[in-house]
């Protein structure tokens, strides 16, 4: 049992890193489906880093790369006003192929200095509680989440929305960043193509799952982690091609979100701010 919760969290942790660097963009109105690539690239960018300079600088550049890959959204979704969604699959594409293109040197190569998984796992709890302390306790959260309910009375305050949102997306986008960091130099230490495998999606069925709320987040990644672990706990133990096992996180994903009901997002997720319209 004991085990079992352990891994649970050390498998959930990337999911909750990631959940709440999207949940951010979101609660600032800016649907963010570009996280699968900027995990990618983050953790390639972290080991890299690590393999030059040491574990600390690639934690560092890991988040700068996801803070520039969540500006790098805004600049379709909030200065140019495109759609988001598109602008998300964007990202997400455009991650993958250049991380799976410039990583082709460091396939295969052990990472000289991994970093502890439970600092990690530490991290991302402390961190869960401060994205909810600052949206909820902070006269910027509180901007913020405005933003994602009713950009019109941010403005009306003299706060720009699209400077609010950016600052979602940078902020996330660190997130996204350090579970990126994660995977490469704790989880797994090295660096592999796909070594994301469908997490960042993950973390985005996670935000509907725990209606945007950074506390609820915390669990349901814990209770993704332990389905993750259960599917390499029963192959093998059970007549079942381990292809459904491989699949059996992702469907139960499904299943939750279905069974959740209507969560209700923020009312203006999805919505491209213009002042005076």
């Given at each position: ?11 959930g942790?990337?999911i909750?890193?990631?959940g ?5 963009a ?19 960018t972290?080991?890299?880093a ?40 964007a990202v ?7 991380s ?7 396939e295969?190569l052990p ?12 991290l991302g709890?402390v961190?869960?509680?401060l994205?909810?302390?600052f949206?909820?306790?902070?006269r910027?959260?509180l901007f913020?989440r ?9 403005d ?6 699209d ?13 996204i ?6 995977l ?5 230490p ?8 469908g997490?960042g999606w993950?973390a ?9 709320h950074?506390l ?6 814990y ?5 993750f672990?259960l599917q390499f706990?029963?192959q ?18 499904i ?14 997720l999805?919505?491209?701010f213009?002042?005076?319209?």
């Amino acid at each position: 049992m004991e085990e079992a919760l352990l891994r649970a969290v050390l498998f959930g942790t990337p999911i909750l890193l990631a959940g709440l660097g999207a949940l951010l963009a979101e609660r600032s109105g800016v649907v963010n489906l570009g996280v699968e690539g900027m995990m990618a690239l983050a953790a390639l960018t972290a080991f890299a880093a690590a393999q030059a300079y040491g574990p600390l600088p690639g934690v560092l550049a890991a988040l700068g790369v996801g803070a520039l890959s969540g500006l790098f959204l805004g600049l379709f979704a909030v200065t140019l006003r495109a759609n988001q969604f598109v602008a998300g699959l964007a990202v997400a594409a455009l991650g993958l192929g250049a991380s799976g293109l410039l990583g082709k040197r460091y396939e295969g190569l052990p990472l000289a200095h991994p970093l502890p998984e439970g600092g990690f796992a530490l991290l991302g709890a402390v961190l869960a509680l401060l994205v909810h302390l600052f949206l909820t306790r902070t006269r910027t959260g509180l901007f913020l989440r405005s933003a994602g309910e009713n950009p019109k009375a941010v403005d009306l305050f003299g706060v720009s929305v699209d400077g609010v949102r950016y600052l979602a997306l940078g902020l996330g986008g660190g997130l996204i960043g350090l579970a990126g960091a994660y995977l490469s130099l704790a989880y797994r230490p090295s660096w592999t193509d796909g070594m994301t495998a469908g997490l960042g999606w993950v973390a985005i069925a996670l935000v509907i799952l725990a209606a945007w709320h950074p506390l609820r987040a915390l669990l349901g990644a814990y209770f993704f982690g332990l389905l993750f672990f259960l599917q390499f706990r029963l192959q093998g133990s059970v007549p079942i091609p381990s292809e459904a096992f491989a699949a059996m996180p992702y469907l139960l994903v499904i299943l939750v979100l279905a069974l959740s009901g209507r969560s209700r997002a923020p009312k203006a997720l999805g919505q491209p701010f213009e002042r005076g319209r």
